[in-house]
């Protein structure tokens, strides 16, 4: 036992010391180094090898290449940093296989060959059906970081040569890949300016356009392509009829809608389609006097992306077929790059379409029941909303297609939101307890309004609502048929408005709001002691904004109850709020 601690001991500082010997040895080796394995020369002989140095000092020394030590150059790189090291071999042409050799560097092996300068993004912008479109230009769009996307060049009147454009692109170092590039095709074709985005299959094949340029091709001009990057493109046209019946339309415009060729999961690039979420416009024009049309200048796809859209409700696809929204004729976004129900637009073009608007239509007839609140009111409690059903958007946030008192409407097919007493904003005249209300609408930048103020009356933002509101999913379809909503009574928020300024009499609006995407908005006036009463409203939780219109001269700070959760059917108290003045 007495002699195990001195052991110990000796052992431990046998470790320490060869941590020491290991760990020394490995700093310097690692000093400088070098991943480069092709080099492009120039015909003087100078070529270029990427070096990277760790050392705390500037690693420096001379370069070579084995069996030509005689050529050998001097360099030096920052310490801790990397950057490119010159070396000279004139004896690279018949000897393209060689060894450089650094000053604290292993030797690497590299393959040296003739430096290229430029590449070239090349094609043609051919007609293959349709009328031809003039006034033919090719943009070269070089793209950047954080969407900083820079125009390069323009090939202008491509037409008139032959269809044929070429760029002229810088290559990397050591002839290494190109920048990024996308290719923007512009033309005029119907006296309407038109333009897609180039895209093609990864080899430089086309495939189709993108109206955005998200969803353009990504270009590079690598040396596996022979430094030339071929990109040809393909237009043609959409010819057809719009009839009413038997009866020709004319006049009417005619719109070519493409959904994307592909669905971006980022929120943001769907909203920004020109039908949000939906697909973007590619051509319009007008029928002539017989009903016809053609759309000219369209990208050429073997995938389903286009439908044609005459002025009103209808969208029409594959076999001509109507459908009642953008949504249900790219059927919810639910086929990744080629819907079933949309046309798909070959070499030739397509040609003898018939869009009948007089057909392919629902008569819808609602039907409400339960609680229809007051008769004063109607135009809330019993007013009718149908939206356009779109995949991820929020109800509230959806196209409205219809609106008023009416208990029919006409519909084409796919799926829609009824809605009864949802109205989510109301202007209209109430009866106020003051005369001369012109006090609002004073100075230069609210003084047009007042109109706003007459006797006793007043224009703003309110209508009273007695119902919660209800709505329902339905799906369209067929000739005719039913559908019934019924309402329930709203619960209701009461309370006090109070001001050591303003008058608690002071007419005020009391607005309540929930951001769930289905609930609506209600609203109320405070009375003369500042009381009110806000109904109509679905059950959740609110948010409580006093004077939502931020008239002048009157605070919207306020303590007291900021929100509120309601039950409907139910009042609730949420006692004095005062301005904080």
């Known amino acids: 036992m007495p002699f195990r601690l001195p052991s110990l001991a000796a052992a431990c500082l046998a470790l320490v010391g060869s941590l020491f010997v290991t760990v020394a ?3 310097a080796a690692g000093t400088l180094s070098t991943k480069t394995s092709l080099v492009a020369m120039t015909n003087a002989g100078y070529g270029s090898v990427w070096a990277r140095c760790t050392k705390k000092k500037a690693c420096k020394g001379t370069i070579w290449v084995e069996g030509a030590s005689a050529q050998k150059r001097s360099f030096k790189v920052k310490a801790r940093s990397a950057g490119y090291v010159t070396f000279r071999n004139t004896n690279w042409r018949a000897k393209p296989k060689a060894v450089v050799r650094m000053s604290g560097a292993s030797p690497r092996p590299i393959t040296q060959q003739a430096k ?3 590449g070239t993004i090349a094609g043609t912008v051919a007609r293959t059906g349709g009328a031809a479109a003039t006034g033919v230009k090719v943009e070269l769009w070089r793209i950047g970081s954080r969407n900083r996307n820079v125009l390069v060049s323009t090939a202008s009147d491509v037409e008139r040569n032959a269809g044929r454009f070429a760029f002229r692109v810088r290559m990397g170092a050591n002839n290494s890949p190109s920048a990024t590039y996308k290719l923007h095709v512009i033309g005029t074709s119907g006296g309407e ?3 897609w985005w180039w895209r093609g299959n990864g080899k430089g094949a086309f495939v189709g356009g993108a109206r955005d340029m998200g969803a353009g091709t990504k270009i590079k001009v690598t040396r596996g392509l022979n430094y030339r990057y071929v990109a040809n493109a393909r237009y043609s046209s959409i010819r057809g009829q719009v009839v009413n019946g038997s009866k020709a ?3 009417t415009e005619v719109t070519v809608v493409g959904r994307p060729p592909y669905w971006s999961r980022s929120s943001r690039v769907l909203r920004d389609l020109d039908f949000m979420s939906c697909g973007n416009v590619y051509g319009r024009t007008r029928t002539n006097s017989s009903g016809r049309y053609e759309v000219g200048f369209l990208p050429t796809s073997a995938n389903r992306i286009y439908a044609v859209k005459p002025a009103g409700s209808l969208w029409f696809g594959s076999n001509d077929r109507a459908w009642g929204t953008c949504h249900a004729v790219v059927n919810n976004r639910g086929e990744s790059r080629s819907t079933a129900r949309m046309l798909h637009l070959p070499n030739a073009g397509l040609t003898g379409r018939v869009q009948n608007i007089g057909r392919g239509r629902t008569t819808v007839s609602v039907v409400a029941g339960g609680y229809q609140g007051k008769a004063s009111s109607a135009k809330v409690d019993r007013y009718l909303t149908v939206r356009e059903y779109a995949k991820g958007r929020k109800i509230l946030a959806s196209d409205v297609v219809r609106a008023g008192t009416g208990r029919k409407v006409s519909l084409g097919e796919g799926w829609y939101w009824f809605e009864m007493g949802r109205r989510t904003g ?6 106020s307890r003051y005369k001369n209300n012109d006090g609002y609408f004073n100075g230069l930048d609210r003084g047009f309004e007042k109109w706003k103020a007459k006797n006793y009356r007043m224009y703003r933002q309110h209508c009273r609502a007695w119902t919660s509101g209800t709505y329902k999913l339905v799906y369209v379809k067929g000739s005719s048929m039913r559908v019934g909503l019924k309402n329930y009574k ?7 408005v109070t001001a050591a300024k303003v008058k608690p009499r002071t007419e005020l ?3 309540l709001t929930s951001t769930d995407g289905k609930k609506v908005y209600r609203t109320a006036m405070t009375d003369g002691a500042g009381k009110f009463k806000v109904t109509g409203l679905a059950s959740g939780r609110y948010r ?12 919207r700070g306020f303590s007291g109850a900021k929100t509120v959760k309601v039950t409907r059917g139910k009042n609730k108290s949420v006692g004095t709020l005062r301005f904080r003045q």
Do not use: F, L, Q
């Not at 109301?426 to 009866?431: D, N, S, V």
């Not at 004077?547 to 605070?555: E, F, P, T, Y």
């Open 25 to 27: 040895p490995a700093e």
């Open 116 to 118: 290229v300068t430029y």
């Open 193 to 195: 300016r038109r333009s």
């Open 249 to 251: 339309v004319s006049g």
């Open 426 to 431: 109301c202007h209209a005249w109430y009866k």
């Open 490 to 496: 709203g619960g209701s928020v009461s309370g006090r």
């Open 509 to 511: 609006m009391i607005r």
């Open 544 to 555: 409580i904004v006093v004077n939502a219109d931020s008239w002048r001269g009157i605070s």
